[in-house]
């Protein structure tokens, strides 16, 4: 067998692509226009807050990258293969887990049901595997120093932290290259806040592709490598974090200042 250029380019050409890319997306909620030409990327061992007031679209963003909303138009590629449908099992086998705002954990589940919630880990193709299922989300929970008295626990009993531990395990869990989390640290107390953080930095090591919705600029000037303002369903501005002061971002979101294509019109 000859290898062939394709072949032997594919590497680096993967290399430098982002691993997640959405072009030009528009998406409307009846006679709200929630996105609005929206483009954004991120890159594996890289984390891209997304910040904006209520409203900017950031969690309509992230359910779009996440296949649970269809774009009205726009293009949304994975290592720069596109996505050929909004379906959130299609998104996730190309490598692509969320934590989602509103949906946290499932109160009457314990938290090992939580952990595989939609995807339990299975015997003999068939029967659902509880002793696996408990030892792995135990390990899971412990590497993200998230504590639970056990796994056994339905995670009604649980703090808002350690919720939000349970649901990033879960995302942690499939071990995708590309990890959305839409306001993990919203609600969160100081230590808990910290321990995101931590799982967060994990991430990034490990090469993750990040994207993190947040409104806590301290955290974020913390955590993220780049910032994407949107508002009113527009990006106002992308960021590298060393580059940009916490009030040039505050003007950005709020709109005091031009926006970027603005200020490049007026140049
Ligand atoms: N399912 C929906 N149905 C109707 N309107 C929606 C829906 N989801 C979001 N919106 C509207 O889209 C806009 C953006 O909302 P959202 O993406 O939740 O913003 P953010 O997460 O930045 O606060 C808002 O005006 C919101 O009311
Ligand atoms: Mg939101």
Redesign the pocket.
């Known amino acids: 067998m000859t290898l062939t250029n394709h072949d032997t380019d594919r590497p680096a050409a993967e290399a430098s692509l982002p691993a997640l890319r959405i072009t030009d997306a528009w998406k409307s909620?009846?006679h709200?226009a929630?996105l609005r030409g929206v483009s954004l990327t991120v890159r594996g061992g890289e984390v891209l807050a997304l910040v904006?007031?209520?409203?900017?679209?950031?969690?309509?963003?992230v359910k779009v990258l996440s296949g649970v909303y269809p774009v009205d138009s726009g293009e949304i590629a994975v290592a720069g293969v596109p996505l050929e449908k909004a379906d959130p099992r299609l998104a996730r086998a190309r490598g692509i887990s969320t934590v989602f705002?509103d949906l946290a954990v499932v109160e009457t589940l314990d938290i090992a049901a939580n952990v595989f919630l939609g995807q339990p880990l299975r015997r003999f193709g068939i029967l659902a595997d509880r002793k696996k299922m408990i030892a792995q989300s135990a390990e899971i929970l412990r590497s993200l120093k998230v504590r639970v008295p056990s796994v056994r626990v339905a995670a009604g009993e649980l703090s808002g932290g350690q919720r939000q531990g349970v649901a990033i395990a879960r995302a942690v869990r499939q071990d995708t290259p590309i990890i959305l989390m839409?306001e993990p640290t919203a609600a969160l107390g100081v230590r808990e806040t910290a321990q995101v953080g931590e799982i967060i930095r994990s991430l990034r090591e490990q090469g993750k592709a990040v994207i993190l919705?947040c409104h806590d600029l301290e955290f974020i000037f913390a955590h993220a490598d780049r910032i994407q303002v949107?508002r009113l369903?527009q990006v106002q501005g992308v960021r590298d974090v060393s580059a940009t002061t916490r009030s040039e971002i505050v003007s950005l979101i709020t709109g005091a200042t031009a926006r970027d294509e603005d200020l490049e019109a007026t140049n």
């Open positions: 909620f009846g709200v929630a904006g007031d209520n409203g900017a679209g950031k969690s309509t963003l705002q839409d919705v949107l369903g």
